[in-house]
């Protein structure tokens, strides 16, 4: 099948996928939140090459669901709690539609002067809604536009303060990373350093300033550390102050640190890329007082505005720094209306030269529900997630973690001593995300794991919120037990091994002792042994033994006619194998003396001696 799809052909398929996406948001509470496909999936199921002919419609359509469905993580889900809602609705995906069907490329007022005159309507009357100051409005110094996100809002933001504090000289030589400084918190949205590095002054140029316990920006810090750099020679440039942060929501004073901004010329810009939609609701308007003093100011409508993707609004209070920094106008694009300056060319308020009609989806989206419908649908989520942090407060088994304006709230699970809390909390995390009926995300907070609860798809309910709340407890009790068991476990292990060691201990001490009574006693056996002993008188005439040396026999009284016997040393060497420890033996065993009495044979050896020497 060949050829451009006919307007009948486009009809009838037309209706087939509005029904498809009918049929889609009706259903869309039965998958899984998350997408519960392998890295690769989806690529193993599409084809090596494209098609060599065209395809009928029903074909891609059946791969809709076969290929894409799979790899699909539902952020219009109901249970989807994650990072901060991307919603969309019937208005803004019949808008869309209405844009992509026009193919209007919007960049200078005389491509299609209802794509910017539009465009500057919708964007003073969401001013007008979020209570913006009046420099934003078109009527004033400067005006609305709808970017592609809030960190291309972040960026152009920066390129307007350096146009400004360089008074055009960055067109020409370029920033001076050496001595331009960009402020922000430790909870400033990394879109803001990104932003510095695209803009070309590096990170090194970021100043980081303290926040206070609730997680905002301190004034004090703040002016502390710009009149450190002023004095250094440096040239602050922007501070970015967050409403909303995206780890818990945390609003900075903008009351406060506005005057520090203005004292110092620093442009001061705006991030409420999440709350400051919240601003249609005039009791939290609150939040943002200060707002007066920004120079800029973006918050996203593709967030919690029931708008789709990508629908950023981002006023200046200064358009000719904003346009000053990217207006560049090539011969191509001249044309009567803008050289006359009666128009605003869209073109020279973004990064793109192209862009879409991104207008057309917030009107649609603006006239079906009304400004009433726009607040009730915010009301209903901060009431939900008041209720969520009431039900978590009240209960031992969690605490809120950090303060909960809105509807995110943040929840610290609470853990037996002994188990490690961020392992705990990262492992219920996922236990509800595997489960498919819920997908949240996590932050840390004080060094902490917690889990982040975003209420904001159009389609949950209170009971969503509930039956989330216990999954939360079922989850923790679940694993608590489990710990507890795998503790108890442990101590029995433990004291299994302590007891084994103890036996072991004692029989080793045992072992020690039998070994060395038996050594004494080997040691009492060899003294034995070993030691000389007296020799028994041979009265059979046998030889005396060999152990019996140097005896000398008492003497005998002289005689005239017989001399007195002379005393004869006997030395019998002891064999080598057999010698006994000679200090030992001697030590142990007394001196043998001869006896007082003389045997018959000393008597006959001692006469036969001193026969012998009478003789000589």
Known sequence: ??????????????????????????????????????????????????????????????????????????????????????????????????SAGLGVQGMSWVTSPAATELEQQVMDWLAELLDLPASFRSTGTGGGVVQDSSSGANLIALLAALHRVSRGATLRHGVRPEDQTVYVSAQTHSSMEKAARIAGLGTEAIRVVEVDADLAMSPRALAARIERDVARGFTPVLVCATVGTTSTTAIDPLAEIGPICQEHGVWLHVDAAYAGVAAVVPELRQLQAGVEWADSYTTDAHKWLLTGFDATLFWVADRAALTGALAILPEYLRNAATDAGAVVDYRDWQIELGRRFRALKLWFVVRWYGAEGLRAHIREHVALAQELAGWAAADERFDVAAPHPLSLVCLQPRWARGVDADVATMTLLERLNDGGEVFLTHTTVDGAAVLRVAIGAPATTRAHVERLWALLCEGHDWLANDFEEQAREQREAEAAERARAEQERAEREQAAREQAAQDQAAQEQAAQEGAPEQAAPDEAGQEQPDEVADVTPAPQTASADQPAPTTVTSEVPVPAAETPDLETAHAETPHLEAPAVETPADWDESRAQAEAQQTD
């Open 1 to 98: 099948m060949t050829g451009h799809m006919t307007p009948e052909e486009f009809r009838q398929h037309g209706h087939e996928v509005v029904d498809w996406i009918a049929d889609y948001w009706g259903r869309v509470g039965e998958f899984p939140v998350r997408s519960q496909v392998s890295p690769g999936d989806v690529r193993a199921a599409l084809p090596d090459s494209a098609p060599e002919q065209g395809e009928p419609f029903s074909a891609v359509m059946a791969d809709l669901d076969r290929v894409v469905m799979p790899g699909i993580t539902h952020w219009q889900h109901p249970g989807f709690f994650g990072y901060f809602p991307a919603n969309t609705s019937g208005p803004s995906v019949l808008g869309d539609l209405l």
